[in-house]
């Protein structure tokens, strides 16, 4: 049973390229979450999707970032025009959340992003 | 505004003691916690969860102790084993949404 799988687990980018880093969640889970870790600080989160939905945004930065889940294939984080400041460790979790039940989240090995 | 709280960011303990990792929250909505354990350059690694309804939860060496009053949890792990250094997150979940709000971690090391 495969775990949460993030590609890839490092990317460099240049200020102002684009960024898309993906997720595949555990088999059986419908249920994913994307966090972001900076240089010594802990974990936060930035959105929870379902399968074409986006449950919960309200970790993300208004702007250049955005997050889908499609019907078919993994979730995709995508920043647009990546500043210094993007560089960090974001990592993915999925869950098999159903109704208003709470599941522990499973997390992938991330991915680091370098921007230059 | 840091809702959960690891205020220790490190602990050194002996192979074969105890270990006792503290985590505090503020916002009364959250009831369910988590502990994760985190190598370099891995993703975090489940290991033992609490519901609020409950006061304790063990699974082998690892017991998790909620004091609901207190807005407190701790995780304690016995015996301590080189192997469980790592860095420990505690986090928490209010159970009318998905996201999981994280301390900022305690760094353990175990000394053979």
């Known amino acids: 049973n495969a775990g949460v799988m993030q590609n890839p687990r490092h990317l460099v980018r240049r200020r102002g390229q684009e960024a898309r880093l993906r997720c595949s969640p555990m088999k059986g889970h419908s249920h994913v979450y994307w966090y972001r870790q900076l240089p010594e600080e802990g974990l936060k989160f930035m959105v929870y999707?379902?399968?074409?939905?986006?449950?919960?945004e309200s970790g993300m930065p208004k702007e250049r970032f955005s997050a889908e889940f499609p019907k078919e294939g993994p979730s995709i984080l995508r920043i647009q025009q990546v500043v210094r400041g993007d560089s960090a460790a974001y990592f993915c979790a999925s869950s098999p959340r159903t109704g208003g039940a709470i599941y522990e989240q499973y997390f992938g090995p991330g991915t680091r992003l370098t921007v230059t | 505004d840091q809702q959960v709280k690891q205020n220790s960011p490190s602990l050194s303990v002996q192979e074969g003691r105890i270990s006792i990792l503290n985590c505090d929250y503020t916002?009364?909505?959250?009831?369910?916690f988590l502990w994760y354990k985190k190598y370099p350059a891995e993703g975090p690694t489940f290991l033992i969860s609490?519901?609020?309804?409950?006061d304790k939860n063990e699974d082998g060496r690892f017991t998790v102790f909620l004091n609901k009053s207190a807005k407190h949890l701790s995780l304690h792990i016995v015996p301590s084993q080189p192997g469980d250094s790592a860095v420990y997150f505690c986090?928490?979940?209010?159970?009318?949404?998905?996201?999981?709000?994280f301390g900022q971690g305690t760094t353990l090391q175990v000394k053979p």
């Open positions: 916002n009364s909505m959250f009831d369910y």
């Open positions: 986090a928490a979940s209010a159970s009318n949404t998905g996201k999981l709000i």
């Open positions: 609490i519901s609020s309804i409950k």
């Open positions: 999707l379902q399968k074409e939905n986006i449950i919960d």
